[in-house]
């Protein structure tokens, strides 16, 4: 396409963002002009708005001093301002809330495979360069007098067109090899083919010790991010085939029983969100859990500790094996459970473990009625008694003449219990019961 059309062509796209946006990305323009440096949106925001897909992430790259430029809009709209001075990027938290990442155009070197990169001044052409794959290295020009110009040095819109994935050079995932698991992740995302350069750079990448590299935080980004694609379950196969699970313990290796579990995911995520939308569930995580539900307990740790988790992610992660099986499987039994029982096996769970119970529970069960005898027993949870309570406390109990002990715990779990199954429905009986309690521990 002609550069005057394709100009016209990214002017319109522009106008798909919100007005707000482009409202500032006008008067950054200006702003810039005044200062007589280049102003361009990069990165996937430009790639989303050629494939017509949302995306509001405002990434800015600045021919000139990008943290002298961040100073200077955050003196003029009072935005909060964050600097990464070794990367000259600074994120800047406008008043409504709208973030927009401001960094200089840099070149980039790496002194070693897998390290972080040596930064250093560069161009525009030598800062989309350094990106991980020519749709992800196009920018859009926001100085007034070239307002919407595309600047796509090295065919990001042909290969978009052409639905493929393409690095821009050999070296591509030697230097970052965070980039493998980006390739896996914007191909299923986009359904593109991988160029077959780029796929065999790719599989030869993926049989070194390249990833091993990575620090955990780094890897647990690309993980999580992978995992938090509408459909990770095809992304997951593929890790497989490439043999990178072993990258988060060597013993990972997905059977059938996993297979299926990952296949009734989706769903359970689905139900979860349209019933019970108010309790928080981090799917990404989910998906970590469901991958590594039919491992070890020491496959878990190592896990965890290769990928350096959070205290939150790793309590849910230990969740992940037989101790969520053997729920799953007592909820689907034909045996009498009081409610009392059923909240003392869940009440402990973070919400993705509670799940991966009903996951597991849809897979492992064979007989229709086990399936809903789970989820009956699982809505009544978290529908009705994990918001139960006492209307006694530990003051109430020093009331009655109590000394404060490890009976008081005990005290308060039977009067819920008592309450959960039923045989207290008032405060009354079950103040006059605390007083019988307390009488046998004083």
Not at 370 to 378: D, F, H, Y
Request: hydrophobic share 40%; charged share 30%.
């Amino acid at each position: 396409m002609p550069e005057m059309a394709t100009n016209q062509l990214t002017r319109q796209l522009l106008r798909r963002l919100p007005q707000r946006i482009v409202q500032l990305l006008r008067e950054l323009g200006r702003s810039a002009d005044e200062k007589g440096i280049g102003l361009y949106l990069v990165g996937g925001v430009v790639r989303d708005l050629l494939l017509n897909r949302r995306n509001w992430d405002v990434d800015l790259t600045v021919e000139g001093d990008g943290i002298s430029f961040a100073r200077q809009v955050t003196n003029r709209y009072g935005a909060g301002l964050a600097l990464f001075e070794r990367f000259s990027t600074a994120r800047l938290v406008f008043p409504d809330g709208l973030k927009v990442d401001i960094a200089s155009t840099r070149r980039e070197s790496y002194a070693d495979p897998a390290a972080l990169p040596d930064v250093m001044t560069g161009s525009v052409e030598e800062d989309l360069f350094r990106r991980d794959f020519t749709i992800n290295a196009m920018a859009i020009q926001l100085n007034l007098a070239h307002w919407g110009a595309l600047r796509d040095p090295f065919g990001g819109r042909e290969d978009l067109k052409d639905k493929t994935l393409r690095v821009l050079h050999g070296r591509s995932f030697v230097d970052d090899p965070t980039r493998i698991f980006r390739a896996i992740r914007f191909a299923e995302r986009f359904g593109f083919r991988i160029e077959p350069d780029t796929a065999r750079l790719l599989a030869r990448a993926s049989r070194t010790n390249l990833v091993a590299r990575l620090s955990g935080p780094r890897l647990a980004n690309e993980i999580f991010a992978l995992m938090k694609e509408e459909h990770p379950d095809a992304a997951i196969r593929r890790l497989r085939r490439l043999r990178l699970l072993r990258f988060l313990h060597p013993r990972i290796s997905p059977g059938i029983q996993t297979e299926r579990l990952l296949a009734v995911l989706p769903q359970t995520i689905g139900a979860w969100e349209r019933r019970w939308a108010e309790l928080s569930l981090d799917r990404p995580l989910l998906w970590v859990m469901a991958l590594l539900a039919h491992t070890s307990a020491p496959v878990i740790a190592g896990t965890i500790q290769r990928l350096q988790l959070s205290a939150t992610e790793s309590r849910a992660l230990e969740w992940a094996g037989e101790k969520t099986s053997r729920i799953a499987k007592i909820l689907s039994s034909d045996a009498f459970l009081r409610p009392s029982q059923i909240y003392r096996l869940l009440s402990r769970l973070p919400n993705e473990a509670v799940a991966l119970v009903l996951a597991k529970g849809l897979v492992s069960s064979s007989k229709a009625v086990g399936i809903a005898r789970l989820k009956r027993r699982l809505t009544r949870f978290l529908e009705c008694d994990r918001l139960t309570t006492t209307t006694i406390s530990g003051d109430t109990l020093k009331e009655f003449g109590l000394r404060p002990g490890p009976h008081f715990k005990k005290i308060l779990d039977r009067l819920l219990d008592e309450r959960l199954d039923g045989r207290i429905t008032a405060a009354a009986e079950e103040r006059d019961r605390a007083r019988t309690l307390a009488k046998q521990y004083s």
